[in-house]
């Protein structure tokens, strides 16, 4: 296993880079979503730098109604590829970096993502990651079949059904199921295929998968919810959290919570890591830093700022308000909880205006904003490695593909002269490269403790 001594990174990649105006940047691929060349590059380039991953964020549905706002940006699920389609075609222009999909349990069967996945991590020999998530958006209701959208806690209830079912149809065949004997004439073991017969509030599926079992045994289960269902439901399931935090106080009292939840679930620390998010802005002088930012902070149109802002506070209409004004009273949100209270929060916290608080957050969106030099980069990573806020980071370029490689060319440098991070691969597989054990099936667990 991979040492806790070393960071795990994954390169979280919005097609143009993560700034709500990075397709407008000069050095940005402004075709990115729809260019397959552009997403090749990428993934050699973090291969290159040796990121334990690459994280595909998606969603099923365009993300908001304004028609002005959505015609000027590149950052909305416009335009961009279904990713288990892509990532399985750079499977085979890779050879060691992991593939982590984002697949809704909201929008989805169990079967289809099961089926998926684990064709994934055949494909690329072990390296498919699965993130877990509750569709947050309501336009994506629309788009299948419902005016509304699901509840917050029915869609968590629903996701952990839909969990053990998925994980359940990972299990239908053992180890060795496939012979595959032209002599005997016997394809497959009777005896080891397991038929999954799952009758749940929300789901009857009776398997049994009809793809052979994972290289990893499971892919990676990977969790991006902060809420409390979502924190319970990562303690149960996942072994990678992706996470949103702009303090070091509030990461680490959330890396000490989720930690502290694994207990009861039979889990010990080390299997799962909490990555937060950081969007870089690399310099080699801070004012260099700080050019670079504000230069991209300017292409930013003001309807699309606002409506970025009215998306993640809950989708209320914000127009009215003067931009200059505080930020008002909001309702709760049956979206994306913990990201409405995570802005509303520090909008209190520095007492910011409605055009302060999107400019603030239209890079990172709600994760930790760094603008420096590698050296200061590097400070901040370490200080909350070491301190106990993070096993590693979900690295957000600003714009791709110069952001990334400023970040591997700049910073990666500066992480392996502290012995933060790797030289070279651990492992063939994704589990092994962040040092996470393999799933055992079930039928040999009897076995393993004689």
């Known amino acids: 296993m991979a040492e806790r001594s070393q960071l795990r990174l994954g390169a979280f990649l919005y097609p143009t880079g993560h700034h709500i105006a990075a397709w407008r940047h000069p050095d940005a691929q402004a075709d990115a979503g729809s260019n397959f060349a552009h997403y090749v590059e990428l993934a050699q380039l973090a291969e290159r730098g040796k990121f334990d991953l690459i994280f595909m964020a998606d969603g099923v549905g365009t993300r908001g109604t304004d028609i002005e706002a959505l015609s000027r940006t590149a950052t909305r699920y416009v335009a961009q590829f279904e990713p288990i389609t892509l990532l399985s075609a750079l499977a085979a222009v890779t050879r060691n970096i992991g593939f982590v999909a984002t697949a809704s349990t909201s929008y989805n069967e169990p079967y289809h993502i099961a089926r998926k996945f684990a064709s994934l991590d055949h494909i690329s020999g072990g390296r498919a990651g699965w993130n877990l998530v509750t569709s947050s958006s309501e336009h994506e209701a629309h788009n299948f079949g419902r005016d509304e959208h699901y509840a917050h806690g029915e869609r968590y209830e629903r996701a952990e059904e839909f969990a053990d079912v998925v994980t359940g149809l990972w299990d239908t065949w053992e180890e060795g199921a496939f012979p ?14 397991h038929v999954l017969n799952h009758k749940g509030k929300f789901f009857k599926v009776r398997g049994p998968l009809n793809v052979a079992r994972s290289p990893q045994g499971h892919p990676v289960l990977v969790q991006a919810g902060s809420s409390e269902p979502g924190k319970e439901l990562a303690a149960r399931t996942a072994e990678v959290v992706f996470t949103a935090h702009q303090t070091f106080e509030d990461a680490r009292a959330f890396y000490t919570d989720l930690k502290g939840r694994l207990r009861k679930y039979g889990r010990h620390a080390d299997d799962l890591k909490v990555m ?8 080699l002088t801070i004012a260099e830093a700080e050019e670079k930012f504000e230069q991209i902070q300017e292409l930013i149109h003001p309807v699309v700022g606002l409506a970025l802002l009215s998306g993640m506070t809950g989708g209320v209409d914000l127009s009215a308000y003067p931009l200059d004004g505080p930020v008002p009273a909001l309702p709760e949100t049956n979206a994306s909880k913990s990201r409405q209270r995570l802005l509303l929060d520090l909008a209190h916290r520095e007492n910011l205006t409605i055009r302060q608080l999107y400019l603030r957050i239209a890079g990172a969106r709600g994760h930790r904003q760094i603008v420096g030099t590698p050296a200061q980069i590097a400070d901040e990573m370490q200080h909350w490695f070491t301190g106990g806020a993070a096993d590693g980071f979900n690295i957000m370029p600003p714009h791709l593909p110069v952001g990334l490689h400023h970040f591997v060319d700049l910073v990666l440098p500066e992480l392996r002269r502290r012995g933060l991070f790797r030289n070279e691969y651990e492992g063939t597989t994704l589990r092994q490269n962040l040092g996470l054990r393999t799933p055992q099936h079930p039928a040999s667990a009897p076995l393993a403790a004689e």
């Not at 595959?180 to 295929?193: A, C, I, N, V, W």
């Not at 937060?276 to 310099?283: D, H, L, M, Q, S």
């Open 180 to 193: 595959r004997d032209k002599q005997s004439g016997l394809y497959f073991d009777p005896d080891k295929q």
């Open 276 to 283: 937060p998010g950081i969007f870089p802005v690399v310099g």
